[in-house]
């Protein structure tokens, strides 16, 4: 079980997995954290909230049964877009981090990074993306899914 007992606390692997999305997000070029003003504008102008999940190239949505929490794209960043897709499923797991390795392995994307909440893997010149399963507090889901993606080589 991905969250059962172990000597390991709920706080050390909660402050575990922030770190690792922390890591992915700077190694992805995420410069500018969603902020906003009193009035609600973007702070970032080259951030955009969106209501749909983009195409990723080369990584598929995947298609159980999920409820996105927020959807977050910086077109305009050196290199090309990043994305941070966060959304929560009722699915397993561990099922749902099995589906994004087989689908890395399958479009040709090299394993940067596995543990049991998170992988990270990279299309050398073209994408890089970590995928991290986070405990959900709602009742109605088992777990909270985030994409950090970034598109690399566009001029």
């Keep these: 079980m991905l969250f059962g ?8 692997r909660l402050c575990i997995s922030a770190a690792m999305l922390i890591a992915a997000f700077m190694q992805a070029g995420f410069a500018n954290p969603p902020m906003s ?3 609600g504008a973007p702070y970032d102008p080259d951030f955009l909230f ?7 190239p ?4 995947y298609s159980g049964n999920i409820h996105y929490r927020s959807i ?6 050196p290199g090309g877009p ?6 929560c499923a009722k699915e397993d797991p561990v099922s749902i981090l099995d589906f994004y390795k087989t689908a890395f392995r399958q479009y040709k994307w ?16 073209e994408a890089f993306a970590v995928v991290t399963i986070m405990h959900q507090a709602d009742k109605d889901y088992t777990c909270s899914v985030h994409i950090a993606y970034k598109v690399q080589g566009l001029q």
């Design 37 to 39: 003003t009193k009035k």
């Design 50 to 56: 969106l209501k749909k999940a983009p195409d990723l």
């Design 5 to 12: 007992n172990s000597r390991v606390s709920n706080s050390l």
């Design 82 to 87: 990043a994305y941070s897709i966060t959304f």
């Design 58 to 61: 080369y990584l598929p949505q």
């Design 72 to 77: 977050v794209s910086w077109p305009h960043k």
């Design 110 to 125: 090299v394993l940067v990074g596995t543990s049991r909440l998170s992988v990270s893997a990279e299309r050398p010149k």
